[in-house]
């Protein structure tokens, strides 16, 4: 198992990131934690991956406009959100982007139909790839450390501990997302 984290840990990471990448980037913490991975590849990887995936969703918001979001059900349902968010906070968005769940990409996309200069969007989004990837990786390396404090000896255990905790980070991230969707539809009744 050692080997195979360590040769396509970085790997999922990346691609994890490229689209939502809360769950790997905490998993990627936590593994190096546990020593299967170094933390400061876990956060390079997953700042590419962020800064790679937010600009990709950027740039198909520019090339293509708001036609691409108006195709898909999944995408249109959420612009009317996605509107009152950029209208109501502006240049901030830009900077927090990378921390709103669920709603990222239809966001991007239309701050790529926006008229903000790429050089600005560049700046904030290479920022807040860097600030998330610490924090969110942080979060998977402390607890990380909680999961090495209780089990001693995490070897003989460690299939067990990494599938509960993978269970439940994807608990947790199913409650919030949940509620994020209960908040995203009394904001869209407003």
């Keep these: 198992m050692e080997a195979y984290i360590e040769k396509l840990g970085y790997i999922g990471i990346f691609i994890g990131t490229f689209l939502e990448g ?4 905490l998993i990627g913490g936590i593994l190096s934690k546990l020593g299967y991975m170094n933390i400061y590849k876990v956060f390079i990887f997953a700042a590419m991956g962020t800064f790679a995936g937010d600009f990709t969703f950027f740039s198909i918001g520019k090339i293509f406009g708001r036609n691409i979001v108006d195709k898909y059900e999944f995408l249109s349902s959420k612009v009317p959100i996605a509107d009152k968010i950029i209208k109501k906070h502006g ?5 927090i982007i990378r921390f709103l769940v669920g709603i990222r990409a239809v966001v991007l996309l239309l701050l790529g139909c926006t008229n903000i200069k790429v050089s600005k969007f560049l700046l904030f989004s290479i920022a807040n790839s860097i600030l998330w990837s610490i924090v969110v ?9 909680v999961v090495y ?3 001693k000896d995490i070897k003989q255990y460690e299939f067990h501990i990494l599938s509960a905790i993978i269970l439940i ?16 539809k009394s904001y869209a009744d407003r």
Excluded: M, P
């Excluded at 809360?22 to 980037?25: A, I, L, P, Q, S």
């Excluded at 240049?91 to 900077?95: Q, R, T, V």
């Excluded at 997302?177 to 995203?184: A, F, L, V, W």
């Design 149 to 151: 404090i209780i089990v």
């Design 169 to 184: 980070i994807l608990i947790i991230i199913f409650i919030s997302r949940r509620i994020i969707e209960k908040k995203e």
């Design 22 to 25: 809360e769950t790997t980037v």
């Design 137 to 145: 990786s942080a979060i998977g390396y402390i607890f990380g450390n």
């Design 91 to 95: 240049n901030f968005i830009i900077f």
